[in-house]
């Protein structure tokens, strides 16, 4: 049996992409999987072999100590593969690929486009850092067996010198609508949801300022990226008609949508935002939601293709505001919204279509390959 294991230093044992999708994709397909990330409170059940390490206490400790803790529970599970989650892993993966291991290197987000939009890292330094980062990043890949990315640009980025280079969207779990339609949850019809991390860049502040300006109500999950700016929001006047729920399951977090009218992807035009696929856009489209999104060319194509939404300027609020309101004041309209994106995701934009890719990748990898434990 072909053992394969799953590295990350940054997400969590619980992570949807890593664990919920490709483990157990790999694992369904006949793969022994094991997976080493950070500790999660509610640990998984799972057949995938869950391997946890601490959670870092910071950014640095993250880069510099949880790193060496992944590498040392990587060498014990001994694995035939790695397939390593985050560019700070590279170095080990190269360590791991000198004893023989064939590496595959997930690229989830464009790192140097989004180091220049990083507040943690000093301005001056973003331009030379992301180039030198860039470049190391480009160096390492071409030494690995194949690198599996979550967007085309992303493809397109590293194809152009890797001659082993796999899309896999992050696209939704077909199953996850399920959770939807057991819930007891009624639909509101004037309460709009954001699920996600709660950031400046991905329009918290536009987003509070529209639903007050509308007159709707807000459903927010997920973690603020500070206690300034969580600060900051809750002194706003929309603040009073936001529902806060903090960090949820995935359980709640289709609960959440399944009481909502519409859902929020307003991401700023900064760094790699404007060529991303956000997973949350198409979790709105699997249960029936229409989106009010940023007006990117790639999200309004689809958006506009698919009649599932309304695109807007993410930096304006009343632009923002008069899609809350249209939504509001045409049920009729918006829910035949809802139903065009689900089609579309059921058709299309699902993790059922995306696991053929990856599981045609492994396969390649060992297709002549005889492996004995």
């Given at each position: 049996?072909?053992?394969?294991?799953?590295?990350?230093?940054?997400?969590?044992?619980?992570?949807?992409?890593?664990?919920?999708?490709?483990?157990?994709?790999?694992?369904?397909?006949?793969?022994?999987?094991?997976?080493?990330?950070?500790?999660?409170?509610?640990?998984?059940?799972?057949?995938?072999?869950?391997?946890?390490?601490?959670?870092?206490?910071?950014?640095?400790?993250?880069?510099?100590?949880?790193?060496?803790?992944?590498?040392?529970?990587?060498?014990?599970?001994?694995?035939?593969?790695?397939?390593?989650?985050?560019?700070?892993?590279?170095?080990?993966?190269?360590?791991?690929?000198?004893?023989?291991?064939?590496?595959?290197?997930?690229?989830?987000?464009?790192?140097?486009?989004?180091?220049?939009?990083?507040?943690?890292?000093?301005?001056?330094?973003?331009?030379?850092?992301?180039?030198?980062?860039?470049?190391?990043?480009?160096?390492?890949?071409?030494?690995?067996?194949?690198?599996?990315?979550?967007?085309?640009?992303?493809?397109?980025?590293?194809?152009?010198?890797?001659?082993?280079?796999?899309?896999?969207?992050?696209?939704?779990?077909?199953?996850?609508?399920?959770?939807?339609?057991?819930?007891?949850?009624?639909?509101?019809?004037?309460?709009?949801?954001?699920?996600?991390?709660?950031?400046?860049?991905?329009?918290?502040?536009?987003?509070?300022?529209?639903?007050?300006?509308?007159?709707?109500?807000?459903?927010?999950?997920?973690?603020?990226?500070?206690?300034?700016?969580?600060?900051?929001?809750?002194?706003?006047?929309?603040?009073?008609?936001?529902?806060?729920?903090?960090?949820?399951?995935?359980?709640?977090?289709?609960?959440?949508?399944?009481?909502?009218?519409?859902?929020?992807?307003?991401?700023?035009?900064?760094?790699?935002?404007?060529?991303?696929?956000?997973?949350?856009?198409?979790?709105?489209?699997?249960?029936?939601?229409?989106?009010?999104?940023?007006?990117?060319?790639l999200w309004k194509?689809?958006?506009?293709?698919?009649?599932?939404?309304?695109?807007?300027?993410?930096?304006?609020?009343?632009?923002?505001a008069r899609a809350?309101?249209?939504?509001?004041?045409?049920?009729?309209?918006?829910?035949?919204?809802?139903?065009?994106?689900?089609?579309?995701?059921?058709?299309?934009?699902?993790?059922?279509?995306?696991?053929?890719?990856?599981i045609s990748l492994?396969?390649?990898?060992?297709?002549?390959?005889?492996?004995?434990?």
């Open positions: 049996m072909i053992k394969v294991c799953h590295l990350s230093s940054g997400h969590s044992t619980n992570s949807v992409r890593i664990l919920h999708k490709e483990c157990c994709s790999l694992l369904n397909e006949g793969y022994h999987v094991s997976y080493v990330a950070l500790e999660n409170k509610n640990v998984p059940r799972t057949q995938v072999k869950i391997i946890t390490i601490t959670k870092p206490k910071s950014r640095w400790h993250r880069f510099l100590i949880s790193t060496h803790q992944v590498y040392k529970q990587a060498i014990q599970v001994n694995a035939h593969c790695y397939h390593i989650h985050d560019p700070e892993m590279i170095p080990y993966a190269l360590k791991l690929k000198k004893r023989g291991k064939k590496i595959i290197y997930d690229v989830h987000e464009d790192l140097p486009r989004q180091m220049l939009v990083k507040t943690w890292i000093p301005m001056v330094v973003r331009g030379l850092l992301a180039k030198c980062v860039e470049k190391f990043e480009n160096i390492a890949a071409k030494k690995f067996h194949a690198v599996v990315c979550a967007t085309e640009t992303i493809q397109e980025r590293f194809a152009k010198f890797h001659p082993q280079v796999v899309l896999v969207c992050n696209y939704p779990i077909l199953d996850e609508k399920k959770l939807v339609e057991k819930s007891d949850i009624t639909k509101s019809a004037n309460t709009v949801c954001y699920v996600g991390a709660v950031t400046k860049a991905r329009g918290i502040t536009e987003m509070i300022q529209a639903i007050d300006m509308a007159d709707a109500r807000f459903d927010l999950a997920g973690k603020f990226d500070s206690k300034e700016l969580r600060k900051n929001v809750m002194n706003m006047s929309g603040w009073k008609k936001t529902n806060y729920m903090g960090f949820l399951g995935r359980e709640e977090v289709m609960k959440v949508l399944g009481g909502s009218c519409a859902g929020f992807v307003v991401l700023h035009p900064q760094g790699q935002h404007a060529d991303s696929l956000p997973v949350k856009m198409f979790e709105y489209m699997l249960v029936g939601l229409p989106v009010i999104a940023s007006d990117f060319p194509k689809i958006v506009d293709e698919h009649h599932c939404g309304i695109c807007v300027n993410p930096l304006d609020v009343r632009e923002i809350i309101k249209w939504i509001i004041e045409h049920p009729e309209e918006a829910h035949q919204m809802g139903q065009n994106g689900q089609r579309a995701v059921l058709a299309k934009y699902n993790w059922a279509n995306e696991e053929k890719a990856l492994y396969d390649k990898l060992f297709k002549q390959e005889q492996i004995t434990e």
